[in-house]
């Protein structure tokens, strides 16, 4: 199973966008679909392949908050 998370789009260059997860920071291909610095999106096998709203976004983002403040839901 695969869990797609939300990433903030950091900078976008030469077809590269930067996303932070966390306090990580992850590269991307932007081929597929173009983000620009704010987006929120979608990564898989290195690619963007979903711009998503931010409101959800920040919604999917807390979702994961709690179920790992919570021990990962188990118990």
């Given at each position: 199973m695969c869990v797609a998370v939300p990433l903030k789009v950091k900078s976008v260059e030469s077809g590269w966008a930067v996303l932070l997860a966390g306090t990580s920071e992850l590269r991307a291909r932007t081929d597929?679909?173009?983000?620009?610095?704010?987006?929120?999106?979608l990564v898989?096998?290195?690619?963007?392949i979903e711009r998503i709203d931010?409101?959800?976004a920040l919604k999917t983002l807390e979702v994961f908050r709690e179920v790992s403040s919570n021990g990962g839901g188990r118990g």
């Amino acid at each position: 199973m695969c869990v797609a998370v939300p990433l903030k789009v950091k900078s976008v260059e030469s077809g590269w966008a930067v996303l932070l997860a966390g306090t990580s920071e992850l590269r991307a291909r932007t081929d597929l679909v173009p983000v620009k610095e704010g987006d929120y999106a979608l990564v898989h096998a290195g690619f963007v392949i979903e711009r998503i709203d931010p409101r959800e976004a920040l919604k999917t983002l807390e979702v994961f908050r709690e179920v790992s403040s919570n021990g990962g839901g188990r118990g």
